[in-house]
């Protein structure tokens, strides 16, 4: 999963990078440099269980601590 990918389902699911982070037990940073082009010198490959995760999101799974409302 690219970081444009990453962030394009983040934003499909209604999460910001905080609800997201709370989610996956990752910080909000982790989330944004995970979102980062990979050019920028801050940026970090997407962790491949977090895009496995995003898959299961996207096709409907939600974990217990999924946002409420979302």
Same mark, same amino acid.
């Given at each position: 999963?690219?970081? @444009?990918?990453f962030k394009e389902a983040r934003?499909?699911?209604?999460?910001?990078?905080?609800?997201l982070g709370a989610v996956l037990?990752?910080?909000p940073q982790t989330i944004r440099k995970w979102e980062m082009p990979d050019a920028r010198s801050t940026a970090r490959s997407v962790n491949p269980v977090a895009a496995r995760?995003?898959?299961?999101?996207?096709s409907g799974f939600?974990?217990? @601590?999924?946002?409420?409302?979302r």
């Open positions: 999963m690219t970081p @444009e990918e934003r499909k699911l209604g999460l910001t990078q905080s609800e037990d990752t910080a995760a995003m898959r299961w999101f996207l939600r974990p217990p @601590e999924w946002p409420q409302g």
